[in-house]
């Protein structure tokens, strides 16, 4: 490959600007050369002709591994490598062990090199520590006639404890369209379910909530319990993961019957992406009955969830799997943002209830902590009650919390969702399946 061969490819384009060979041929050669930021830009082109066009994709995805633009290669890998294609199975593991996760690295290239072992590398293999005629399942361990599936712990029984939230939405600051959604969604149809049948509507399905951490995301769903009286259960993953295949998804179906042996109640899944992942840290095949298992239970036909009002929540939607998001099942999926200035100013609020305060300004506060999740607001709070505390032990006198108390005591605490929105501004811009993220990118004024 030369300069010339380059330039001829070029004037064959400006001939014909619709051959998507030719553009395939034309990035193929440019990557090859090392031209990688040029790559990138005129990947991009094309992508705005063939935006589906493999052999693109992965040219782009390839221009930014090669200029060291990790997080953007990594998405575009990450959804590629879904559709199980082998050479992009070996780029998401090169990308993986490039982010420190040797693990899952290995098992997408050996589900490469099962599908294609042409493909093999020997740098990939040493680094890996694959070896090349050892591509069989070595992820499981029988016994005593029981299959042990690699990572997750034993557990017995998977009694969870209920809660009686004495929160409700009063609690919660901010978030009106997420409360307004639960209402309609889950509380309406428990409190007036004749109304509902008047209009063929039928309950069930659940809702997922997905942002940045801290947001409030548990808090809402407790708060929903407590808003309907309700009993509250709230899963977390290693609630549900057995080492024991099979015995998850028996977790797992404890949990829902307890829930509907316990009706109403707010069963909460959080950090649900973890249990539909493709990047599980069980077998591939594990992970799918356990997934199976969760989208059976959710479409309640065995069993009737009548009274089970389900929520979920991520912070990791991209890695949740697809048929979560099918009608029945989590077919409202929210982006729960950051609180706004008013929100954050109510937050604030909330969490001084009952504390001496020299009437400070919450307003002119809320504004000032731009990118501060609840979870910091709260921490804010604490530090500035802390901070009088000591004072006090000081001088002997209890002192009021004035605004600058929360200023000062924000200095200390970095705003958390920024770097979200670093990954998810990636999703959203390379991998927005069907405008899941559009809620994002408006929030990020991208759209
Ligand atoms: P993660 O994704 O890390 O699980 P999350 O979105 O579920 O986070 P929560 O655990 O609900 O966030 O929030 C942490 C704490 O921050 C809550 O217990 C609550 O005290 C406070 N908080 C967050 N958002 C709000 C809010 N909107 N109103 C009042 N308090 C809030």
Redesign the pocket.
């Known amino acids: 490959m030369n300069d010339a061969s380059l330039k001829a490819l070029r004037e064959a384009l400006a001939h014909s600007p619709d051959n998507a060979p030719l553009w395939r041929h034309h990035s193929e050669t440019q990557l090859a050369m090392g031209r990688f930021d040029e790559a990138e830009r005129e990947i991009r082109v094309a992508l705005a002709k063939w935006p589906e066009d493999l052999e693109l994709k992965l040219g782009l995805c390839s221009s930014f591994y090669r200029q060291g633009k990790n997080a953007e290669a990594l998405v575009i890998a990450e959804a590629l490598a879904k559709s199980g294609v082998p050479r992009a199975l070996i780029m998401h593991a090169r990308l993986l062990l490039r982010a420190g996760n040797a693990e899952l690295a290995a098992r997408q290239y050996r589900r490469a090199l099962d599908d294609d072992p042409k493909l093999a590398d020997d740098d990939l293999s040493e680094r890996l520590g694959v070896r090349l005629d050892a591509a069989e399942d070595e992820d499981a361990e029988i016994v005593d006639g029981r299959v042990r599936a690699q990572g997750g712990e034993t557990k017995s029984g998977a009694a969870m404890e209920i809660e009686r939230p004495s929160v409700g939405f009063a609690?919660?600051?901010?978030?009106e369209n997420v409360k307004e959604e639960i209402r309609l969604k889950i509380i309406y149809p428990l409190t007036h379910p004749e109304v509902y049948k008047a209009y063929g509507k039928q309950a069930g399905g659940g809702i997922l909530m997905y942002g940045p951490?801290?947001?409030?995301?548990?808090?809402l769903a407790r708060a929903t319990a407590g808003e309907v009286k309700a009993g509250f259960i709230a899963v977390g993953i290693s609630d549900v993961l057995d080492m024991w295949i099979g015995q998850s998804e028996r977790n797992l179906h404890e949990i829902f019957e307890q829930a509907r042996a316990s009706k109403p109640c707010v069963l909460f899944f959080?950090e649900v992406d973890a249990l539909g992942a493709s990047r599980t840290d069980m077998r591939q095949s594990a992970g799918r009955q356990l997934i199976n298992q969760f989208l059976s239970e959710l479409d309640g036909v065995q069993y009737s969830n009548e009274g089970v009002l389900i929520l979920a929540?991520t912070?990791a939607p991209w890695h949740l799997d697809s048929a979560f998001r099918r009608p029945g099942r989590f077919d409202r999926i929210i982006f729960?943002p950051p609180?706004d200035d008013v929100?954050r100013a109510e937050?604030l609020r909330?969490?001084t209830r009952g504390k001496p305060l020299a009437d400070p300004d919450f307003e002119h506060a809320g504004k000032k902590l731009d990118g501060f999740?609840?979870?910091d607001l709260?921490a804010v709070v604490d530090v500035a009650i802390e901070e009088k505390l000591r004072e006090a032990m000081k001088t002997g006198k209890p002192a009021p919390l004035t605004t600058k108390d929360l200023l000062n005591a924000a200095k200390k605490q970095k705003p958390s969702t920024k770097e979200w929105f670093a990954t998810a501004k990636n999703y959203a811009l390379y991998s927005n399946q069907g405008g899941l993220y559009d809620d994002v990118l408006r929030h990020l004024k991208l759209k």
């Open positions: 609690d919660v600051g901010g978030m951490p801290g947001c409030g995301k548990t808090h959080d929540a912070n729960v609180p929100a937050i909330l969490h999740s609840g979870a709260k």
